[in-house]
């Protein structure tokens, strides 16, 4: 089955800085790559995904990269701000297998 | 538009006893139901996936008849945790999917203790 590795598991940038996320994955049928932004004790809020026939995709502060050679995506946040501070997951699938997530990444953004 | 509710939001309740979470789907049928588990500071596990009006899967390692899994709706997926032990305590969390599209849609957790 699909196996998702993310790194890296903690980040902290000063405010205003870019922070950079990178997952890889192991099955080359999977084809759907959502990203989801999970604060404390609340439900994981899908911020920007990106399928297979896409290579980048940008939404304002947020950009997502697909490589599917290399089988790895990265989320790319620019001009960080406090409230972007949370826990990321990466995560992906293909067709209507469900969605295998990697470990987090605790992203602490410093004022 | 794709809320996703939960109910309860947490629930205390004594070892052994069963304790029963919904999910709902408010303004979209949801073919596919997921339920995930989430212990602190750790991923999101998938526990099974629910097909409305078909039989849960569910993965490797997860008791099916400890995690009983109902899909009779569109709307509706209820997970209920048998004989709850401590070491089940735990965030649940449901997702519900459209037929035909990847996006998974969270519902806002529910946090089980069991004492």
């Known amino acids: 089955g699909e196996n998702v590795e993310q790194h890296p598991s903690t980040l902290s940038v000063q405010e205003g800085d870019s922070a950079v996320i990178k997952c890889t994955y192991s099955?080359?049928?999977?084809?759907?790559f959502p990203w989801y932004k999970q604060e404390l004790g609340k439900r994981p809020q899908l911020i920007i995904d990106?399928?297979?026939?896409?290579g980048e995709k940008k939404d304002q502060r947020i950009a997502v990269t697909l490589n599917k050679t290399a089988k790895h995506f990265s989320l790319h946040i620019t001009e960080t701000q406090p409230e972007d501070s949370a826990v990321y997951f990466c995560?992906?699938?293909?067709?209507?297998?469900?969605?295998?997530f990697g470990k987090g990444t605790r992203l602490s953004v410093i004022a | 538009g794709a809320v996703v509710s939960q109910h309860p939001s947490r629930v205390i309740c004594k070892s052994g006893t069963s304790v029963k979470i919904e999910c709902r789907s408010l303004?979209?049928?949801?073919?596919?139901m997921f339920w995930y588990r989430q212990f602190p500071k750790q991923s999101l596990m998938l526990m099974a996936t629910?097909?409305?009006?078909?039989?849960?899967?569910?993965e490797q390692g997860v008791e099916k008849d400890k995690f009983l899994i109902n899909h009779a709706s569109l709307t509706l997926s209820t997970l209920t945790v048998t004989s709850a032990h401590p070491e089940d305590s735990s965030f649940y969390i449901c997702?519900?999917?459209?037929?035909?599209?990847?996006?998974?849609?969270f519902g806002p957790g529910t946090r089980l203790l069991v004492l």
């Open positions: 099955d080359s049928a999977s084809n759907y």
């Open positions: 995560a992906a699938s293909s067709g209507n297998t469900p969605l295998v």
């Open positions: 997702s519900a999917r459209v037929w035909g599209s990847e996006t998974q849609y």
């Open positions: 629910s097909n409305e009006g078909s039989k849960a899967t569910y």
């Open positions: 990106i399928r297979s026939n896409v």
């Open positions: 303004d979209f049928q949801a073919t596919t």
